[in-house]
């Protein structure tokens, strides 16, 4: 006799993609996780203190190197980084986070209506990513939509391989 448990079970897809699919939504809730902490911990702290930890960390190299690429790169950056960029970028980060989070625990459910509001979500998070790096290039920032691009790849994988076997 079949139960119902293992009914379920034989309808759920299988295999490598599938299980890069778990990986890939676990990391998303992760992701998120971090990204929660990290803007609640650049909303908290006060304006400057991130330029003070920057100095704090090139002078030596500074002392050493007045011309260091990395140190003056960095400093040239904290000196920019002001409170409306802090709230902005706090605010920023958190709510992708939350996004992400959400997204990654209803991905995990497998509901059919999840997906396309996955993928509509991480599509509108890539697009005012990608108008944000228009206009302040960041390498962690391209690294964030190229793994949102490629989640976004993976969820549509799966949602053609969870339609085929419902």
Same mark, same amino acid.
């Given at each position: 006799?079949i ?11 299988h295999?490598?993609?599938h299980n890069l699919?778990?990986?890939v939504v676990v ?5 998120g996780?971090?990204?929660?902490a990290?803007?609640?911990t650049?909303l908290s702290?006060?304006a400057?203190t991130i330029?003070?930890w920057v100095l704090w960390?090139t002078e ?6 007045p ?7 960095l400093?040239?950056?904290a ?13 920023y980060?958190v709510?992708?986070g939350?996004?992400k *989070?959400?997204l990654a625990? +209803?991905?995990?459910?497998e509901?059919? %209506?999840?997906? =396309? #509001?996955?993928l509509?979500l991480?599509?509108? *998070?890539v697009?005012?990513s +990608?108008?944000h790096?228009?206009?302040h %290039?960041s390498? =962690? #920032?391209?690294?964030?939509i190229?793994?949102d ?8 994988k ?9």
């Amino acid at each position: 006799m079949i139960t119902r448990t293992q009914n379920l079970d034989a309808e759920k897809p299988h295999g490598i993609f599938h299980n890069l699919f778990d990986i890939v939504v676990v990391l998303k809730g992760l992701n998120g996780l971090v990204e929660i902490a990290s803007g609640a911990t650049l909303l908290s702290i006060k304006a400057g203190t991130i330029l003070e930890w920057v100095l704090w960390l090139t002078e030596s190299e500074m002392l050493q190197d007045p011309h260091d690429y990395l140190a003056t790169s960095l400093q040239k950056w904290a000196l920019n980084f002001g409170h409306d960029a802090q709230v902005f970028a706090g605010l920023y980060i958190v709510t992708h986070g939350v996004i992400k *989070l959400v997204l990654a625990m +209803l991905l995990y459910t497998e509901r059919p %209506w999840v997906f =396309p #509001l996955s993928l509509l979500l991480f599509t509108a *998070l890539v697009a005012f990513s +990608l108008h944000h790096l228009v206009n302040h %290039w960041s390498w =962690p #920032l391209t690294c964030f939509i190229a793994f949102d691009a490629f989640t976004i790849g993976v969820i549509a994988k799966e949602w053609r391989t969870v339609g085929k076997v419902k």
